[in-house]
């Protein structure tokens, strides 16, 4: 069986591993407060060029979204999400579990823009509504679109303009960053977003992202809300470990490199699934292909691929979903494309 389902369904790349093994009979104070997570939050503030920023390193993407949100916001405040959106459609309603209404704005292709924002905005009216007061996006988004700096500057100015939070869920952050056509920097990113993170489970890591805190509102007893919320790991350390062993290096770091990687092979199963006659249900970007194929030729693949049929297109067809890893090979991507 040759996966195509998701980026993280393999274990860790064997650098990391090395990583984790070289420093495991080494004693440390446990929730973070360890030299390896000092040294990889200095590490990350150097990236960004924010030697202020706070860092936290946090266990996987649903407790980053759900901590750094409900932190943010008051009872009667709510977060504005693209109807894609990861906290919107995948993570089993843990905002509202927590009391913050998530506005779901519709969009073309997963890219929030102004004018949506201020769409939802028209919902608001006195106390007796919501005060929408974050905006969630992801970058790239959940259908693999990659914000340009235009697109992300106009849609800082906008939150700025009306007092909105900007949190950008970086879980594939990296692909986002190498995609050919990126004009994007993290230090860009970091002069427009209120708070990011850095996600490492999806590119190469066991799990593990970094999140960074830009706006000293967002700071007020953060490591409470993350004990609250149970995602305070005990042994804190393995994942600055597991992210110093990916960041080293800058543009040449692994992280970078495996996202390259990535994309690069996503790039030659699109255009061979082109060239074998099939149609791309939205234009392709990063690591995720998405591919209108009959229903029961989907059935048959499955038999030797495992992947996402991600919706029905029409009664006959359906969309798949394609996810190149780390860890997928060129002969995982000509088989593919053998079979089909």
């Given at each position: 069986?040759?996966?195509?389902?998701?980026?993280?369904?393999?274990?860790?790349?064997?650098?990391?591993?090395?990583?984790?093994?070289?420093?495991?009979?080494?004693?440390?104070?446990?929730?973070?407060?360890?030299?390896?997570?000092?040294e990889?939050?200095?590490?990350?503030?150097?990236?960004?060029?924010?030697?202020?920023?706070?860092?936290?390193?946090?266990?996987?993407?649903?407790?980053?979204?759900?901590?750094?949100?409900?932190?943010?916001?008051?009872?009667?405040?709510?977060?504005?999400?693209?109807?894609?959106?990861?906290?919107?459609?995948?993570?089993?309603?843990?905002?509202?579990?927590?009391?913050?209404?998530?506005?779901?704005?519709?969009?073309?292709?997963?890219?929030?823009?102004?004018?949506?924002?201020?769409?939802?905005?028209?919902?608001?009216?006195?106390?007796h509504?919501?005060?929408?007061?974050?905006?969630?996006?992801?970058?790239?988004?959940?259908?693999?679109?990659?914000?340009?700096?235009?697109?992300?500057?106009?849609?800082?100015?906008?939150?700025?303009?009306?007092?909105?939070?900007?949190?950008?869920?970086?879980?594939?952050?990296?692909?986002?960053?190498?995609?050919?056509?990126n004009?994007?920097?993290?230090?860009?990113?970091?002069?427009?977003?209120d708070?990011?993170?850095?996600?490492?489970?999806?590119?190469?890591?066991?799990?593990?992202?970094?999140?960074?805190?830009l706006?000293?509102?967002?700071?007020?007893?953060?490591?409470?809300?993350?004990?609250?919320?149970?995602?305070?790991?005990?042994?804190?350390?393995?994942?600055?470990?597991?992210?110093?062993?990916?960041?080293?290096?800058?543009e040449?770091?692994?992280?970078?490199?495996?996202?390259?990687?990535?994309?690069?092979?996503?790039?030659?199963?699109?255009?061979?699934?082109?060239?074998?006659?099939?149609?791309?249900?939205?234009?392709h970007?990063?690591?995720?292909?998405?591919?209108?194929?009959?229903?029961?030729?989907?059935?048959?693949?499955?038999?030797?691929?495992?992947?996402?049929?991600?919706c029905?297109?029409?009664?006959?067809?359906?969309?798949?979903?394609?996810?190149?890893?780390?860890?997928?090979?060129?002969?995982?991507?000509?088989?593919?494309?053998?079979?089909?």
């Open positions: 069986m040759i996966y195509f389902r998701s980026d993280y369904s393999l274990g860790a790349h064997p650098k990391i591993m090395e990583a984790l093994m070289a420093t495991n009979m080494e004693h440390t104070d446990g929730y973070c407060l360890d030299h390896f997570s000092d990889t939050a200095d590490m990350i503030r150097e990236w960004i060029g924010k030697p202020d920023a706070k860092v936290y390193f946090m266990v996987g993407g649903t407790p980053t979204n759900t901590v750094t949100i409900s932190s943010a916001l008051r009872p009667y405040e709510g977060v504005i999400s693209p109807s894609t959106g990861h906290i919107y459609v995948h993570e089993t309603g843990s905002i509202e579990a927590n009391g913050h209404r998530v506005f779901s704005a519709p969009t073309e292709d997963g890219k929030l823009r102004p004018a949506d924002v201020e769409k939802v905005l028209l919902h608001h009216e006195d106390e509504t919501v005060i929408p007061k974050m905006v969630y996006i992801t970058h790239p988004t959940e259908n693999g679109g990659v914000y340009t700096k235009a697109e992300l500057t106009a849609l800082s100015q906008c939150c700025r303009k009306h007092g909105l939070l900007l949190y950008m869920d970086g879980a594939r952050i990296g692909t986002a960053l190498t995609w050919p056509t004009d994007l920097s993290l230090k860009e990113i970091a002069n427009l977003v708070a990011f993170y850095i996600g490492g489970t999806k590119i190469g890591a066991l799990f593990g992202e970094a999140l960074i805190l706006n000293d509102s967002l700071d007020d007893h953060f490591r409470y809300m993350i004990k609250r919320q149970c995602a305070l790991l005990a042994k804190g350390r393995l994942i600055p470990v597991q992210l110093k062993a990916l960041f080293e290096g800058g040449d770091s692994l992280y970078f490199q495996l996202s390259r990687h990535e994309n690069d092979l996503a790039i030659k199963l699109a255009e061979g699934v082109q060239g074998a006659g099939y149609k791309l249900w939205i234009p970007q990063t690591n995720q292909v998405f591919v209108i194929m009959p229903n029961d030729q989907i059935a048959e693949l499955e038999k030797d691929f495992f992947f996402y049929t991600w029905p297109y029409d009664e006959d067809n359906s969309v798949i979903r394609l996810v190149v890893s780390w860890g997928t090979t060129e002969d995982d991507v000509m088989a593919f494309l053998k079979a089909i």
